[in-house]
């Protein structure tokens, strides 16, 4: 059964200081990557994807891919108290069956 | 934004009980899923759908039924409530760049 692995499975970290969440999937099969954002008692939000190898930056988050060892990670700078939320990573493939795997989370806790 | 909107937000069943959690989309996207959360377990899928008619078997389905029958309407079932389906359930839609959209999750406890 396909897994996707988080870790760490909890974080602190200071006010404006630098996140970093990983995420890597079992599945070969896997094209695609998904960065959810769940504040609590609310529903998941999608935050960033990627589909190629490298970088993406959106503000003061960024996502990288390594597709050879299905790794993804999310790294998220100048972090704020708003940011404290469970963020859940997807893995899916990019054609036929759309089905989309999330790993347990990693629960950011972001201290004033 | 997409619209997902869940029906019961709260159910309270007792064990041996049936339950029906509603789903609907107003966005006419083809892919519909069924998901529970559970602390540790993060967000597993029980079903999902790619049409009225259409079910396709999720990775958690035992003890769980689900019919679309529309396109912006996915049911789920449990016609033999246990306590180990007490969780929180999601409703999703997918559009066509991927982006799964969520309902606002139904909380149902077995007693």
């Known amino acids: 059964q396909q897994k996707v692995q988080q870790s760490p499975e909890s974080l602190i970290v200071p006010e404006g200081g630098m996140a970093s969440l990983n995420c890597t999937s079992s599945?070969?099969?896997?094209?695609y990557f998904w960065w959810y954002r769940q504040h609590s008692g609310k529903s998941p939000k999608m935050l960033m994807?990627?589909?190629?190898?490298g970088e993406k930056e959106e503000g003061r988050f960024t996502v990288h891919l390594n597709k050879a060892s299905l790794h993804t990670s999310l790294h998220i700078r100048d972090s704020q108290p708003s940011d404290s939320a469970l963020y859940l990573c997807?893995?899916?493939?990019?054609?036929?069956?759309?089905?989309?795997?999330f790993g347990a989370g990693t629960r950011l806790k972001v201290i004033a | 934004e997409a619209a997902v909107t869940q029906s019961p937000r709260n159910k309270v069943t007792v064990t041996g009980g049936n339950v029906t959690l509603s789903c609907r989309q107003t966005?006419?996207?083809?892919?519909m899923y069924w998901y529970r959360q559970d602390t540790g377990h993060g967000l597993r899928l029980i079903h999902y759908?790619?049409?009225?008619?259409?079910?396709q078997i999720g990775d958690v389905p035992d003890g769980y039924k689900a019919t679309r029958t529309t396109q912006e309407d996915f049911f789920l079932l449990l016609e033999l409530a246990s306590p180990s389906q007490t969780s929180l359930y999601f409703c999703?839609?997918?559009?066509?760049?991927?982006?799964?959209?969520f309902g606002e999750g139904s909380k149902l406890t077995v007693l």
């Open positions: 966005n006419s996207h083809n892919y």
């Open positions: 997807a893995a899916s493939r990019n054609t036929g069956n759309y089905k989309y795997v």
């Open positions: 999703a839609s997918r559009d066509n760049t991927g982006q799964l959209y």
């Open positions: 759908s790619y049409g009225a008619g259409n079910l």
């Open positions: 599945d070969r099969n896997v094209d």
């Open positions: 994807s990627i589909f190629s190898n």
